[in-house]
Each structure stands twice: as C-alpha cells, then as structure tokens.
C-alpha cells in the first residue's frame, strides 16, 4: 500500500529533484535566482532544461507548456511537444534553456485594458523559477508571468511577484534597525481555505443557468435549508468522501498542502484548506486546486460549483485568505511571543498593517469585487462590504495601554474547566475569532475573508503586500534617521494607533447598527457593488502607491479598471439574457400548460357533475394565470433593460446602468418565476428545483 510521503510531490519538480539531476554548482546558482533575485544565467537555464526535460519524460510526458495566469481570472497554456526530427527519420526529444525561459504566444484575445491595439498580438511568457514546475497529465506545466510586447503585464503573477519584491525591499529596512542583519529576505505567506458546492452531474446538466453561468438565478426556497446547522462538520457523505478522498491525492502529488476537509454549512458545500505557504506558490496551487475539483468532480458524476452564490437563502462560498510575513529562517514577524507589550518589533509591524489596511481599504475592497462576490458579501454567511479589522482582547488591550501610557497588566490565562475529571485541561486563548469580521488577527496572521470563492487569491495580496510595503516605508524612512530610536519608535506606534483605531472593530459585523456606525461615524468606506468599488483605482493616493513601488504603472492601473468593470458588465448581461430566456422558453410554458391542463381537468369534472364548483382548479388557474402574464411582463422589462446598455458612452456607464436598473429587473423576474414554482405540479416544471440540488448527493 502506498503511503503519501511515498508520492507526495511526485509530480513537481521540486527542490528534492534538483538536488538529485542538477550539478551542485547549477543547484546553487538555481537556488540563489529563487531565493534572492540573481539574475539568471543562460548556462544554468540550459542545464535545468535538460534536467528538467529528462525527468518530465521518464514520468511520461511528451509535451511542456508556460502555465500562465491571465486577466481571465483562470488559467491559459499552449501545449508543444519535446519532439524534434533526427537525421534518421526519427525524432529525439529536446527542451533548451530558451524554450524554459520564454515562449511566444498570441497575446491577441487575451483582455488587456487597452495596453496594446488589437493588429498587437505578440505576448511573451517568461519562467517563474520561485514556482515549481509540475505535470499535469502528459505535460510539462511551467509557471510563467505573461507580458505583452510592450512590456505591460497582461497577467496576475508579474505584479504579485513585484508586491513580494516592493514587501520584502520595505521589511528588511525595519529589520535592519532592530539590529538584525542576518535574514536575506522576507517572504508573505498564505494559505487559502476553498469552500465549493458539489451536485450531481445530472441536475446541471438540466440547468441552463448553472451551465451558463455557475450559478442559479431562478430557485424557490426549499422546505429545508441550513435552519438547523446540520450540515455543518456533519458526518461526509459517502460519495463526498470518495470525491475528497481522490482530490486529496491528486493535490498531494502536486504537492499541495491539503490539510483539512469538511461539510460547510449550506446543504452540499464543503470545505478544503491547505497549510500555508509561499505567498506565489499558494496562488500558483490554489489555481490548480480549483482546476483539480471540477476534473475529479467530473470522474464522481457530480459538478463542482464555485461561484459565490450559487443558491439563493443559502450560505455562499468564499476564500480565506490567510497572511503572514516571515523571513527567510522562519521567524514570523507577525507573531505576539508571550509578553506582546514588549515586543517593539511586533508592535510595528501589527501597526504598519493597521495603516495599510485603513490608509488603503478601498484597494483591499477592489481586490475582491466581482458581480459573483456582490451577491455574498454582506450576507450572513460573509463579511460587509466595510473593511474594518479584528484584533481581540489581548492586543486591544496592548494597543489602549500604549495609546493612553498606562501599564499594561496582560492578559489573564484563564484554565478551562468543562466539569469532567478525564477531559484534559489547557489554557482559554487570550482572544476569541471572530468570524464575521472582514480582516482578522488569528494568532499568527490574518484572515482576509472577502475574497470570492472563484476569485484568483493574487489581487487581494497583491494589494495587501503593497499596502503593508508603503506603511513600513514611511516608519522606515523616519526611523533610520533618528537620534533617539526608541523614543522616536514607541511615539510612531502610539501615533499609529491614534490616527487609525477607528479602522478597529471588535463586534458583530454582520449587525444593521454597525454599518451605520462605521460609515457615519466612523468614517469607513461602504462601497457596496463592483461598481461603486472599481473608479477607485484610479484615485490618486492608489496611482501613486502602486507606481511608487513598481507593482503596476499607470497603463496597467488603468487596464485593471477597464478589465475589471468590462468583465463585470459581460458577466451581468449573459446572466440577464439567460434569465430571459430561461422565463421565456422554459418557465412561462411550463406554469401555462400546467394552468390549461388544470383548466381541462375542470371541465371534465363539470361534465360529470353538472354545476360542480370545481373551487380549487378555477382559483389555481387564476393564480397561475396571472403569474403568467407577470413572467411576461417582467421579461419585457428586462429585455428593455438590457437593451438600454447598447447606449452607455463606455463602460463606467454601462456598469451603473445595471448595477441601477438591470438588477433589478433580475430581480423582478425571478421573484414572479420563483412565485410560480411552488404553484406549478413537479411534473411540468423544466428543471430540478433547489431541494433537489441541494439533496441530491447521496
């Protein structure tokens, strides 16, 4: 029986394998261009091709690819086979250091905001070496970033890996002025807790809107949901548990760190979380881990939804993301230690991260904002669209003793008493988590919960690690020339702490009253829909950031606005016209021909009793009758709607348009086929309703 150390990242190109198939002075130079920057000899390249190529081959590959991550949110590769013709009539099978280092693909229908015109089609891929290669199937997946022939990054990598870099540059200075000058860099780290939903094959098969879209947009509520917390770290199904079972291993060959497995609260959502890693190697492999659920889902006959809100009145999905900051020896610079009061280091860096998130919370909201992610967020089961952040009674209490100057007397360690003599006893944690909290401290990190269970995790931390990277710019621009540090330092903490407390909440988020506390006397921003969100990327304070920390210059800012948006407006409109359709060809005949049956049954009745009130057919009739000519009118009203974009000037109008109108014509519509549903005999309804869906895992 295999074991899983036994085939854990048996299908990556990892430090393991270099060792093995790389000279010691390839390895060591290979090992410098990961770890701090050195640029990349082409001798080297060549070398870990043909390493690379050889071991690819005995695994059974015949082809390699740049596995790239463009402005589609998924992800792109064109596959070439290592074959090339020999003398003989044969062929050998050959990679070079140029092949691994670049590629060419057309660029031209990929989004790009405007960065290049559309006769320039030309992209180049260029090697990631920070992120392993790995086989996928018979191919070589390289990592790469993707740009255009201009220069601009087309992709998600190329500035994620430029925050790291503008992270890293900004903590080594702080470093440095805590007298530490061993550490060689500074890496962000992250783990992504995935929630998905999983139905069968069957059903979506049968739901235009699913296929179309990733989610349902028609669905009355069914007669159970998640009332009773039942599902929630229920016992897994069993067709689940074998789903998960062969996900597992699929990841663990790629080696991902899947961790923990369980059922969510909604009926069929669950939940996969890794151990954190490598803030690039985590996107990288969350990617992959999303790609992975659909293919095994497939093999169990079952579909694996991923969109934010795939079901009405039910929790939806989000990603987790976990952040913390460490260097290269493992120290974590966002851990408390015990006595937290004391530890200056800590206390800098919690505040640079309390500055970053309040100085920037728009871009942190930005980075999330998609038509899926609008559905969820504010919801019960997700954070408000207001950034506010939770740091728990402990470092309250530090904070509140440095602000004022009073002793701190630390938290008290309470042991906790369960009344059985055989349970074990252990300390209560100095802090509770709170879970309905947009940005919260959890011991070690921070818990980014916003982010969309669809969305690449590379825009939040992109945004994140810029954000933190100006705080600790500014503290060590003022720190380094100071004559009296620990003065100048514990007033910069204390100042902080002041000027930005209010971005700290340590209540109930999901209560009315807070949102009225936080935008009217907070001063927080409430930025509620994608549109309201996206214009603010290009507000000067965030150009300005961005450019000054090369993450993105002003072109590639201004890209992500028309991207984003742009996406935003296809994704609305391709769900308005299934609706559309859906009421037209699927709902309105199906509520009409159950009317004119019941009508007919009526009649018959009379016939054999002459006078027969036949009370409950010509009152159902009626009822569907009308909602008929309802489905009929508000189709008319949204198609009028969606029509009415054709006119938007660009496409800042368009997005209000439908974030103004066509939403709620959607609305509209699906509360009068909703309506019916229930009304409707099973038979004639054209597709399977949401308690089938959501029980119909076995």
């Not at 990349?40 to 695994?59: P, S, Y």
């Not at 792109?76 to 691994?100: N, R, T, W, Y």
């Not at 405007?114 to 992120?131: C, K, M």
């Not at 939040?460 to 060590?476: C, D, G, H, R």
Request: charged fraction near 25%; glycine fraction near 6%; proline fraction near 4%.
């Amino acid at each position: 029986m295999k074991t899983v150390p036994s085939y854990f990242g048996s299908l990556v190109f990892d430090d393991r394998v270099m060792k093995a198939n790389l000279s010691a002075d390839v390895y060591r130079s290979l090992r410098k261009t990961i770890d701090v920057g050195k640029p990349l000899d082409l001798g080297v390249a060549n070398a870990v091709a043909e390493a690379m190529k050889a071991w690819a081959v005995e695994q059974g590959a015949t082809h390699f690819t740049h596995w790239f991550q463009p402005l589609t949110g998924i992800t792109a590769e064109k596959h070439d086979s290592f074959i090339s013709p020999s003398p003989d009539g044969g062929v050998i099978m050959e990679f070079s250091g140029k092949e691994l280092i670049k590629g060419e693909p057309d660029a031209s229908s990929f989004p790009s905001g405007g960065l290049r015109a559309t006769f320039e089609a030309r992209g180049y891929t260029a090697w990631d070496p920070t992120s392993y290669a790995f086989i996928k199937g018979k191919t070589l997946c390289i990592p790469t970033a993707f740009c255009s022939y201009g220069g601009h990054a087309l992709d998600k990598k190329t500035p994620l890996l430029r925050s790291m870099e503008a992270l890293n540059k900004q903590a080594l200075r702080i470093l440095r002025l805590f007298g530490n000058t061993k550490a060689k860099y500074i890496r962000s780290s992250v783990g992504p807790e995935q929630e998905y939903f999983l139905i069968t094959k069957e059903m979506y098969d049968q739901r235009p809107d699913l296929r179309f879209t990733g989610r349902t947009l028609f669905g009355a509520k069914p007669p159970k949901g998640q009332e009773l917390d039942d599902h929630y770290f229920g016992v897994i199904k069993p067709r689940v548990a074998a789903f998960m079972e062969e996900l597992n291993e699929e990841l663990w060959k790629l080696g991902i760190l899947a961790k923990t497995e369980h059922n969510e609260v909604a009926p069929a959502q669950h939940e996969l979380a890794p151990i954190y890693t490598t803030t690039n190697i985590a996107v990288d492999q969350n990617q992959l881990t999303m790609e992975i659920m659909q293919k095994v889902a497939s093999k169990h006959g079952l579909v694996c939804l991923l969109h934010e809100k795939p079901f009405a009145g039910v929790n939806g999905s989000g990603k987790h993301n976990n952040w913390s900051i460490a260097t290269d020896a493992g120290q974590n610079l966002l851990s408390p230690g015990e006595t937290p009061y004391e530890n200056a280091q800590f206390l800098l860096f919690l505040c640079a991260v309390i500055k970053a998130v309040d100085d920037y919370q728009d871009l942190l909201r930005i980075s999330v904002a998609t038509a899926g992610n609008d559905h969820r967020l504010g919801a019960n089961e997700a954070p408000p669209a207001v950034i506010s952040m939770f740091l728990g009674d402990e470092l309250n209490g530090v904070l509140e003793a440095i602000e004022t100057d009073a002793p701190y007397q630390g938290a008290e360690k309470i042991q906790m008493k369960l009344g059985v003599d055989v349970l074990p006893k252990f300390n209560r944690d100095t802090t509770d988590r709170n879970r309905t909290s947009p940005f919260a401290f959890t011991g070690n990190k921070f818990e980014f919960r916003m982010v969309g269970s669809s969305d690449s995790i590379a825009c939040a931390n992109i945004m994140l690690n810029s954000a933190v990277a100006e705080s600790l710019k500014i503290y060590a621009d003022r720190l380094e020339g100071s004559a009296d540090f620990e003065s100048d330092l514990h007033e910069m903490i204390r100042k902080t702490i002041r000027d930005h407390k209010h971005i700290i909440f340590n209540g109930n988020g999901y209560d009315d009253s807070w949102i009225e506390e936080a935008t009217e006397k907070r001063g927080l921003m409430n930025l509620r829909t994608t549109p309201d969100a996206i214009p603010h990327i290009l507000d000067k304070k965030n150009v300005d950031m961005l450019t000054s920390h090369g993450v993105f210059t002003e072109a590639e800012i201004r890209s992500r606005y028309e991207i984003t948006l742009e996406n935003y407006c296809k994704t609305v409109t391709i769900e308005a016209n299934t609706m559309a359709d859906m009421a037209r060809t699927l709902i309105a005949p199906a509520v009409e021909a159950f009317a004119a049956d019941t009508a007919q049954s009526a009649l018959r009745k009379q016939k054999l009793v002459d006078g027969l009130a036949c009370g409950y057919e010509t009152k159902l009739v009626a009822k569907l009758s009308a909602l008929t000519d309802g489905i009929d009118e508000a189709a008319d009203a949204l198609e009028q709607s969606i029509a009415a974009l054709a006119g938007a000037k660009d496409i800042g109008e368009e997005s209000a348009m439908i974030r103004d109108d066509l939403l709620d014509k959607m609305a509209a519509l699906r509360k009068v086929c909703d309506e019916a549903e229930p009304l409707t005999a099973k038979k004639y309804w054209p597709y399977p309703s949401y308690a089938d869906l959501l029980f119909g895992v076995k």
